[in-house]
């Protein structure tokens, strides 16, 4: 099964922060991401599939009307469920948490089966460190392990991407649109610049 999002990437230094923690932790603990080679970011919204020709010049207008912010983080937390996941927490400060009410009224009528732990009521905007294979003892040492770091980063967001994964191996971004310009980049251009990262 497909799973399509609309997220944003992580500027340096935290992408290669994050980076580093996906890699700790499949060594040290097994756990691996359960998107295969992703990018570090949060998501707006998860769906099994968009009309991307719907939502590309709707997103080009809101990106071209929206100028870059700071988020802020707050620590680690987890959300218990079906599977437990370990992720930091982003600050849901007003600008944040409007631009994702925003975003949500854009891409609903365009979306199919809308995971709705992304809707306005329920949405805890997060960045995923862990999602797969956690018990409560490998939470714990794996907690221990990211003490020394509190996770109280600020960063500055300027984009917003159109990602899927298809297959256990294929994490793709179609389209990237630059707040303040619109889309800067698609398809085969993005693939070939990710391939570095």
Known sequence: MAIHGLISQLPPPYYEAVKKIWSDLD???GIKFVWQNPIPHFSWQIAEKHDINALVPLLESFSKEHKP?????????????????????????????????????ILLPHSQTVSTLYSPKTWTPHITLASEGLTEATMREIKQFLAPEPFLWRM????????SQSSEDSFDV???????KGLIAQDKIIKENNKGA
């Not at 620590?75 to 600050?91: N, P, Q």
């Not at 500055?156 to 990602?163: G, K, M, Q, S, T």
């Not at 179609?174 to 707040?179: A, I, P």
């Open 69 to 105: 912010f700071f988020i802020e983080t707050q620590g680690l937390a987890h959300f218990d469920g079906e599977e437990t996941v370990l992720f930091i927490k982003i600050v849901p400060e007003k600008q944040v948490v409007e631009m994702h009410e925003e975003l949500w009224r």
């Open 156 to 163: 500055r967001v300027d984009n917003i991407l159109l990602a």
């Open 174 to 180: 179609s389209h990237r649109f630059q707040l303040g």
């Open 27 to 29: 060594r040290r603990f």
